[in-house]
């Protein structure tokens, strides 16, 4: 199975390390790139501005993820620094840095991607796991850096650990997969002789200029503004919250804890997608209607908004492209006091599927056409409760991840919210938390798991399960 989890808990074999940034001459000659009249993604754009807002931070604000594997076989460097560099111009997220004004105004910067080398360093043998995870992020630029990479080797007998830790704002989960799969294949290549095809990419510059050119077209009456509009407005004019007390009562940074623990075996996953499928939901639907149920058993509350993060790829090479290639889409569920799971579920089905038309309609875009008469309160820096599923046997090169001893983790930066992934594997379903790192925020999320794994094993086992809750508002 995938690890996930915090960098705090990554646990490395300890050994030689050898690492890989970006050389001297490269990063000097990116600082003169010329501007680029693509805009970043909206995604992008509020990251960046948020990552502006809290330079202040004693810690790395901005999201750092990490991937790394096994590989059973003697390092050889100089393979190594063609497949990293191979890998580098190969996705043109790679190939360009931002600028953020005192106006909050970015702009993008590209390099060609022919001048990007890299330089490698031995650092000995660092002993212990806590050393490597400390070298790792010490060693990797933040978000305003074009370099905002770092890769390395720790070798220990009979092989080593490649690691690639990448800035979120040129990643995202199945990015992660596919750069595995890249860096695996560029390396076996390079350093044996192979000739395994890799798959055509697509350009994540041009998915920015498609974004950017769809919200172009949009204005405070467009249909799909007006939806986004209606559904916010339903909720009081503001976003969703996590429906139990999280601690925060300041504005000062709160770090990010981890908890993950297992849903249930892959026959009760089954049975859970085929109830699912029965009632005309797929699993994501299905587990909205999940969070809808609990969301009213814990507030009384009949009207839930979720959201769910969406991939915005394109058919073809862009499939196989590293970037931020997500937005989240909603998923408005109404609860009534004799609400069942079955019920819910084709409920979820329809309201997913209308979600679903919103993909490419980013909120952030929303937020800048909306007038005050909307009535609509969001703050800059906005977050909400997100629930992701992820079918991890569906993803690329999965086949090899537990042979590799394959891993994807995420720095412990600041949380404002409770995020969710779920992720199904070959034998085991599990659900993983980030949340604020209060004492309530514990004890709230640990009696959210209580009732939401409640929820999916009865719909696993009998087929269905029966609201509970009191009178809802």
């Known amino acids: 199975m995938v690890s996930f989890g915090l960098i705090d808990e990554w646990d490395p074999r300890p050994g030689r390390v050898t690492s890989w940034v970006a050389a001297p001459q490269t990063v000097a000659a990116a600082e ?69 004004d005192d106006d909050g105004v970015v702009s993008r910067h590209v390099i060609d991607p022919e001048i990007i080398e890299l330089a490698h360093a031995a650092h000995g043998e660092l002993p212990n796991a806590a050393q490597i995870r400390e070298h790792v992020q010490a060693e990797t630029p933040g978000p305003f850096r074009w370099d905002c990479f770092s890769f390395g080797a720790i070798e220990w007998e009979g092989g080593f650990t490649l690691y690639c830790a990448v800035d979120h704002l040129n990643t995202d989960g199945i990015s992660q997969a596919m750069t595995c799969v890249d860096l695996m294949t560029l390396y076996m290549n390079a350093a044996f002789g192979m000739e395994n095809p890799l798959s055509p990419v697509g350009s994540y510059v041009d998915y920015c200029a498609r974004e950017r050119a769809i919200s172009r077209t949009l204005s405070r009456h467009s249909p799909h503004v007006q939806r986004w509009v209606e559904l916010v407005q339903a909720h009081g004019g503001s976003l969703p919250r996590f429906p139990l007390p999280l601690g925060k009562e300041s504005d000062t940074h709160t770090r990010s ?45 009949s009207d839930y908004l979720g959201m769910t993060p969406k991939s915005t790829r394109a058919a073809g090479p862009e499939l196989n492209s590293v970037g931020w290639f997500t937005s989240l889409i909603p998923v408005p569920l109404t609860v009534d006091g004799a609400a069942r799971f079955t019920s819910m579920a084709t409920q979820a089905g329809h309201s997913y599927a209308a979600g679903k038309e919103l993909t490419d309609v980013s909120f952030h875009r929303v937020l800048e056409l909306v007038e005050p008469a909307d009535g609509i309160h969001v703050s800059p820096g906005w977050s909400v409760p997100m629930i992701s599923y992820v ?17 994807l983790y995420g720095n412990r930066g600041s949380s404002e919210e409770v995020f969710l992934w779920i992720n199904r594997f070959q034998d085991v379903t599990s659900m993983t938390f980030l949340y604020p790192d209060t004492e309530i925020a514990h004890v709230s999320v640990k009696e959210y798991i209580e009732k939401f794994i409640g929820i999916m094993t009865a719909v696993a086992t009998d087929g269905d399960h029966v609201l509970s809750a009191p009178a809802l508002a």
């Open 32 to 100: 003169h790139a010329p501007d680029h009249h693509v805009p970043p993604s909206h995604q992008q754009e509020e990251y960046l501005r948020a990552a502006q807002r809290n330079r202040d931070a004693c810690f790395r604000f901005s999201r750092l993820c990490l991937i790394a594997f096994d590989i059973q076989a003697p390092l050889d460097t100089e393979a190594m620094t063609t497949a990293l560099t191979t890998f580098l111009r190969r996705h043109d997220t790679f190939q360009s840095w931002f600028a953020v």
């Open 257 to 301: 804890a981890h908890l993950t623990t297992t849903v249930f075996d892959e026959p009760a996953a089954q049975r859970f997608e085929d109830v699912c499928r029965a009632n005309g939901a797929n699993v994501t639907a299905g587990l909205m209607a999940v969070a809808a149920m609990a969301y009213a058993d814990f507030t009384g509350e």
């Open 391 to 407: 079918d991890v046997r569906k993803l690329p090169g999965v086949e090899m991840f537990d042979a590799i001893n394959g891993c």
